[in-house]
């Protein structure tokens, strides 16, 4: 498993933005490049939906409340995710989760222990 460390959720009014990011910084490079990465979160009461995903090779995925609002990149030689996220609703407050795991296996096997997005209206 990979150790995730996630930072950036707050406190934002509706219309606001903020920046996730997600780092594995006990990953060697080389095996970081293999991963894919995704953005989960979990609402009060909800089950947890996928957000967001990118490959090694940046070919990225939105879930479908997200597109055009959210936006979700990398950077390899810091070994980090980073999810930019604009126009935020209250039906965004969540706490948000990162994952990963080797393209190759087609699953994630690694979460971050989340940080808390909230919106208000």
């Known amino acids: 498993q990979v150790h995730l460390v996630e930072s950036g959720g707050g406190l934002v009014q509706a219309g606001g933005s903020l920046r996730l990011s997600c780092r594995a910084p006990?990953?060697?490079?080389?095996?970081?490049?293999?991963?894919?990465v995704g953005w989960y979160r979990q609402a009060p009461g909800k089950q947890r939906e996928f957000v967001a995903t990118?490959?090694?090779?940046?070919?990225?995925n939105y879930a479908d409340p997200v597109k055009g609002r959210f936006t979700i990149s990398r950077d390899n030689s810091r070994k980090t995710v980073w999810l930019q996220m604009y126009g935020l609703e209250p039906e965004d407050t969540a706490v948000y989760y990162c994952?990963?795991?080797?393209?190759?296996?087609?699953?994630?096997?690694?979460w971050g222990q989340g940080t808390q997005v909230t919106v208000s209206s």
């Open positions: 990118i490959t090694s090779g940046g070919r990225t």
């Open positions: 994952a990963a795991g080797r393209e190759a296996s087609g699953q994630y096997d690694s």
């Open positions: 006990r990953m060697i490079f080389s095996e970081y490049t293999t991963y894919t």
